[in-house]
């Protein structure tokens, strides 16, 4: 996850015998055991799954080897705990976790369910084999982040659109790596019940199928950060006469931010996105909008200069936007070129870095 101490312990076959191998074989039952806390049953349910891919043997009769998942709050954790000299530190508190052997039981243990969930999944990593060649790695494990967010993007808008299936899927494997948020990417690809025409049907989302998807994604400790572009990227929308004189050029890619209509577009679509997203965050995109100062703020751009006027517009949807009670981000690319400009944004605004392509001299001017 980050920060991580890992020390090998022996396997214990006796009380009062060491043995200097480091594995525990599994060719017996594995006996999974938790608390009765929802998300610990879910923890363990997912770590039983995988041991049934790799056809483990799975019996709440011991014959083998226990797993065991801990609450740190319990007197038998505090005591594993001190007997292995292993500290649980406030810094872990959140989503860390230890993993220690004791006998012939290996303990998860963990002050949240999220910690659970990530010891858990590093169970999994230390599973190797299959059947009756399955072993499990012995270790003493302190693991913790180093960064609080950990997301992956994903552009749902060109290409080939993603099945829901496919979408959980994805959800489980960036979970598997404590991967903690999970941010698609939309332009036109998210059903509007106020904008119909804009998502393709068979190539977007319904709100019915995101809804489902944050259920999902919430039993993996995945928030969903959605990014509906709000200023450039918009051509598949702008293409329709109905939306045409919102665009900066005809039917071009950009909203004009002099036009009314534009800030009252995106409001109507962020509302509804925030509905559907219930998490503490919007990306409102914002990047790459070349045509801006080509067609209608011409003139504004030409007086004023070009990211100023830039500025002026998202913080005028930071305004629109400030009664869903959300913390907003966009794509720094544009207001990178002018910090000055920049001063004057929203604090609570986050500009993301962005580039497609390795930096010979570092990413630092971003």
């Given at each position: 996850m980050g920060q991580t101490e890992v020390t090998k312990v022996p396997l214990i076959p006796a009380p009062r015998e060491l043995d200097e191998k480091a594995v525990l074989p599994l060719t017996g039952s594995v006996?999974?055991?938790?608390?009765?806390?929802?998300?610990?049953l879910f923890a363990a349910k997912d770590l039983v799954n995988e041991l049934h891919l790799r056809d483990i043997?799975?019996?709440?009769k011991t014959t083998g080897v226990s797993i065991e998942l801990l609450r740190l709050d319990t007197p038998k954790a505090?005591?594993?705990?001190?007997?292995?000299?292993?500290?649980?530190?406030?810094?872990?508190?959140?989503?860390?976790?230890?993993?220690?052997?004791?006998r012939r039981t290996f303990y998860d243990i963990a002050a949240t369910s999220t910690g659970i969930f990530y010891g858990v999944q590093t169970i999994k990593q230390l599973v190797t084999g299959h059947a009756q060649q399955a072993v499990l790695q012995t270790a003493k494990i302190r693991d913790w982040?180093?960064?609080?967010?950990?997301?992956?993007?994903?552009?749902l808008s060109r290409g080939p659109f993603p099945?829901?299936?496919?979408q959980k899927k994805q959800i489980r494997t960036l979970a598997a790596f404590k991967i903690n948020i999970y941010s698609p990417y939309f332009e036109n690809n998210l059903q509007y019940a106020s904008d119909p025409l804009i998502a393709p049907p068979g190539g977007s989302m319904s709100r019915t199928e995101v809804e489902e998807l944050v259920r999902f994604a919430q039993q993996y400790h995945v928030s969903i950060v959605p990014q509906q572009e709000a200023f450039g990227h918009l051509h598949h929308v702008?293409?329709?006469e109905r939306y045409n004189h919102l665009s900066e050029t005809p039917h071009g890619t950009v909203l004009a931010p002099e036009q009314p209509g534009s800030l009252q577009l995106t409001s109507k679509w962020f509302?509804?996105?925030?509905?559907?997203?219930?998490?503490?965050?919007?990306?409102?995109?914002?990047?790459?909008?070349?045509?801006?100062?080509?067609?209608?703020?011409?003139?504004?751009?030409?007086?004023?200069?070009?990211?100023?006027?830039?500025?002026?517009?998202?913080?005028?949807?930071?305004e629109a936007l400030r009664p869903l009670h959300k913390r907003l981000l966009f794509w720094g690319d544009v207001a990178m070129n002018s910090p000055e400009s920049v001063k004057n944004l929203p604090k609570d605004m986050i500009a993301v870095p962005w580039q497609y392509s390795m930096q010979e001299h570092g990413f630092d001017k971003w």
């Open positions: 006996t999974v055991r938790s608390s009765l806390d929802n998300e610990d043997p799975v019996s709440a505090a005591s594993l705990l001190a007997a292995h000299h292993l500290v649980f530190t406030d810094t872990m508190r959140d989503e860390g976790y230890a993993l220690l052997y004791d982040p180093a960064m609080k967010y950990r997301g992956q993007d994903d552009d099945t829901l299936d496919y702008l293409m329709h509302a509804q996105v925030a509905q559907m997203f219930p998490g503490p965050f919007l990306h409102i995109g914002a990047d790459e909008t070349d045509d801006l100062g080509l067609g209608q703020t011409k003139g504004a751009v030409a007086s004023r200069g070009l990211v100023p006027v830039y500025i002026d517009f998202i913080t005028q949807v930071h």
